[in-house]
């Protein structure tokens, strides 16, 4: 089964992402030009995913990237909200892979962060305070 989750194998880290639209909706647009995206389609979510197993020094592998689309019930945001309320389960999307380098992936949006905390430690969202460096 699959879940609106980062998940890895081992989990040793865990945490959280957020990124900010380009003004111009720039995934949206990408994936529209690119026939990935049909008009009648809602992105719903990007699963991004990085493996450094196989690489070679200095080199990283392609990244895997999934875009999670809903048949839109609606012109709007609050249409595919009411929607997605309503379904009982598993919700259906359509899954395209979508070939980019990590540089091309990451220019689609204006603000990109990702917060990873050693796992079992109940770290996210607590507040912490830099201390001045002792060297």
Known sequence: MQFFK???????WEGTAKADDIDRGEIH???TEKGLMKPSE???GIDFW?????R??????PPMIRCLFLEQRGPDFESV???LLS????I???VRDVKLSLLDFFRLFKRFSVVLTARDLSLGGREYQEMEDSD
């Open 81 to 83: 909200q009411n929607a």
């Open 6 to 12: 980062a998940g890895v194998q081992y989990g040793d």
């Open 87 to 90: 379904i009982q389960g598993p």
């Open 29 to 31: 647009e990408y994936l």
């Open 42 to 44: 809602f992105l719903l």
């Open 92 to 94: 259906p999307v359509r």
């Open 50 to 54: 990085m493996s450094g197993e196989a």
């Open 56 to 61: 070679e020094k200095g080199k990283l592998d």
